[in-house]
């Protein structure tokens, strides 16, 4: 009935990464590795994971008419994601300027570009991808309203997933359709705001649920992930702990996996376990769409195995030189 499991609507950016022993204070100038440019962008990442696992994935983005924006479809056409939604033009491909420490952990700067062009009207003339979606991810590094638009342009029966990073406030019919809204900490305590982000994950799961969502899911890195939804179900899903050189990416791995189980019919918590061990593979491996694995590779006996972590390329090695540590991994 549906010709895609999953439609993400999102960005696309050039991810500039260099890695330091620490990122860099106010006012304050530290030296690091050589840049390497990965293709990235949280909704082409999304796109990339899922065709990967073996779901049939469209995206709709923008690129910049740019060497970017071709570094973009390429990496997306190499993992199958069907590339007709990607438009091209009206500005310069996103870009993204990513620290990496040596715990893989990292900051990130982005400029929206061509990701901040891509308007509701781009979303109305996307029509057919919309009603031949079974699931449809967003993320907020596009306009707010072409992120409303989506919801308004749904078929009926299709789901709604949405991971609001960089966070920032939801009108009510967006959070309404959010079947799971996927947060991180960070992201739950800025939605929730002052008043609401006090005690753990199950609150601001709560807190989260009573502003809309049919479902929640708070992602909690080394702790796992906890789901909750409207009917009052929770559950806590364990990490899984692997030897992490670089988180970027994880969690847009961990989205992608999670709608795409939803899609075919995997309870939540299901659905949730099995993005933890997708979201754990990613961050043993530098780069965003670099780090995703393929279904093969989650089987007990695929080449790398859930925990296993892949080598680097030798131009990953240059960019996080010396950056590796132990830790579990959640989502
Ligand atoms: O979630 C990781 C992504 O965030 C990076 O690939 C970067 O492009 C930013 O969008």
Not at 87 to 102: E, F, K, S
Not at 176 to 197: M, W
Not at 219 to 237: F, K
Not at 259 to 279: N, S
């Amino acid at each position: 009935m549906y010709d895609y499991d999953l439609l993400v609507v999102g960005s696309a950016n050039a991810d500039l990464v260099i890695g330091v022993e620490r990122r860099p204070g106010a006012g304050e100038t530290v030296l690091g590795s050589d840049l390497v440019v990965h293709p990235g962008g949280k909704g082409a990442n999304q796109a990339v994971a899922a065709a990967r696992l073996g779901a049939r994935t469209a995206l709709l983005a923008r690129v910049g008419d740019d060497g970017h924006g071709r570094l973009l479809l390429g990496s997306l056409r190499a993992a199958g994601v069907d590339t007709s939604g990607v438009l091209t033009g009206g500005a310069p491909t996103g870009v993204a300027l990513i620290t990496v420490d040596p715990s893989g952990d990292n900051s990130i700067v982005v400029s929206p570009g061509a990701n901040g062009r891509l308007a509701p009207e781009d979303v109305r003339a996307a029509g057919s991808l919309l009603r031949a979606s079974r699931v449809v991810s967003a993320q907020l590094e596009i306009p707010p309203g072409t992120v409303a638009e989506v919801v308004r342009a749904l078929a009926p029966g299709s789901r709604f997933v949405l991971n609001p990073s960089p966070p920032r406030p939801l009108p009510p019919e967006v959070l309404a359709a959010c079947d799971p809204l996927i947060v991180n900490e960070h992201e739950a305590r800025v939605l929730l705001g002052a008043d609401g982000a006090g005690g753990g994950p199950e609150e601001w799961a709560r807190g989260l649920l009573a502003t809309g969502p049919r479902s929640v899911v708070v992602t909690l890195g080394a702790e796992g992930a906890l789901t909750a939804s409207a009917a009052g179900e929770v559950h806590r899903i364990p990490a899984v702990r692997v030897d992490a050189v670089d988180t970027t990416g994880a969690g847009d791995a961990f989205t992608a996996a999670l709608a795409w189980r939803l899609g075919v019919g995997d309870p939540l918590p299901v659905a949730a376990a099995h993005a933890a061990r997708v979201g754990a593979v990613a961050v043993t491996r530098a780069g965003a769409q670099a780090s995703y694995p393929t279904a093969a590779e989650l089987e007990p006996d695929g080449a790398a195995g859930p925990a296993a972590p892949a080598r680097p390329t030798a131009a990953h090695r240059g960019a996080l030189s010396g950056v590796r540590s132990e830790r579990a991994y959640g989502g």
